[in-house]
């Protein structure tokens, strides 16, 4: 018996930048600590991103633009040779496969430690960050972090653009601008960790600055089509403060459109939010929306398809999402014919590394046929 194929908008082409995608469904970049110390993607990544293939679009886990931007041991980055040549391995075989893909770029900031970097984390104010940090020994307090002086924040722009050229040497189709989640580009945006009082520091206008000139330096190194922005309006994980969501994003998305990039990509969106329909109004391109699930929560039945469907609805273009892809490589085609999905196994095995909890979650091909009893 096969399920009746499910009508949504979820399933129709679109069109992103210089992309044709053959759905609206994203698969969410995804940390998960399967690269090695160094930061080159290891074989196991290139099974697990094939295997998601036929998602419309894969943005790939978050990489270090620079050695100093390393948040957590063993995460991918994109800034050595050998950096480049693994990821050109995981990108040949997703378009082997037939997929497209984005690398999502991010610098953490004050998120990261000495004991895994080997460097100091730098900020914009040495704000330390008020939780502990995972590093290669366990959980330790976390350094307070460097003020990064003008001329080293012109360099990190600089490495934000050397990364994204990286990139699409690597293969990818784009890169994903990560100032989201309380990294570096974040911290410059929140009053709570941007105690500056120079050109990126204090009104709003400054503090967008430094997050407007490294999308400007990466679209013109690569063009704005083939650029994303993600964003987390009023997101407080890694202990952020904004202070004036309502007056940033507004003033930030309004710069970012004059930029041109392919699109924004809003974290756990809701469109019952008056902000996410004010910046939807605000932004002229491909919106990206990732569904509020529930920080923590175990993951709905649907994977997250009637939210998004709801997103749609709403005025968003794509849908992202994350642990549905994490726990179904054929998420697509299990949501077209209304399959039900595989759970997510033991949290404790996303972050740990190995095969488990990462590349042994079964496809509808490999579920046992079932057999007509035998009669007696």
Do not use: C
């Not at 948040?71 to 990821?87: K, L, R, S």
């Not at 997703?94 to 000495?114: E, I, K, N, S």
């Not at 002086?149 to 994903?176: K, Q, W, Y």
């Amino acid at each position: 018996m096969t399920n009746a194929p499910v009508e949504s908008r979820l399933f129709e082409p679109a069109r992103l930048g210089t992309l044709d995608l053959p759905n609206r469904l994203v698969m969410a970049p995804m940390t998960r600590n399967r690269a090695t110390a160094d930061g080159v993607p290891l074989p196991m990544m290139v099974t697990h991103y094939a295997q998601r293939a036929s998602a419309g679009l894969i943005i790939a886990e978050a990489s270090s633009p620079n050695a100093v931007g390393q948040t957590y041991p063993n995460i991918t980055a994109i800034h050595t040779e050998a950096q480049v040549a693994g990821w050109r391995r995981v990108t040949e075989a997703v378009h082997t496969a037939g997929g497209r893909m984005f690398l999502q770029l991010q610098h953490g900031g004050r998120v990261g430690h000495p004991d895994t970097s080997g460097l100091t984390p730098v900020a914009p104010s040495p704000v330390p960050l008020p939780e502990t940090v995972f590093t290669p020994s366990g959980h330790q307090d976390a350094a307070v972090p460097r003020e990064l002086t003008v001329e080293e924040i012109r360099s990190t722009v600089a490495d934000f653009a050397a990364a994204t050229r990286n990139a699409v040497d690597a293969g990818f189709a784009g890169v994903e601008v990560h100032a989201a989640n309380g990294y570096l580009l974040h911290q410059f945006l929140a009053q709570g960790t941007n105690h500056r009082t120079d050109a990126y520091g204090g009104p709003v206008a400054h503090r967008i600055r430094f997050v407007v000139e490294v999308v400007r330096a990466v679209a013109a190194a690569i063009g704005p089509e083939r650029v994303g922005v993600r964003l987390s309006p009023g997101v407080s994980v890694n202990g952020i403060e904004e202070g004036d969501t309502e007056q940033i994003y507004p003033a930030l998305v309004t710069a970012l459109a004059e930029i041109g990039p392919a699109y924004l990509h809003l974290v756990f969106a809701d469109p019952a939010q008056p902000l996410f329909r004010q910046l939807r109004k605000l932004w002229p391109n491909t919106l990206v929306a990732n569904p509020m699930l529930g920080w923590g929560e175990p993951l709905p039945a649907d994977g997250g398809r009637l939210k998004g469907e709801q997103l749609l609805a709403a005025g968003a273009d794509l849908i992202s999402l994350g642990r549905a892809f994490l726990a179904n490589p054929d998420l697509v085609e299990r949501l077209r014919t209304g399959a039900p999905l595989n759970p997510v196994q033991d949290h404790g095995l996303m972050y740990v590394g190995g095969e488990a909890g990462y590349n042994d979650y079964p496809t509808l091909a490999d579920a046992p046929v079932p057999t007509a009893p035998t009669s007696r």
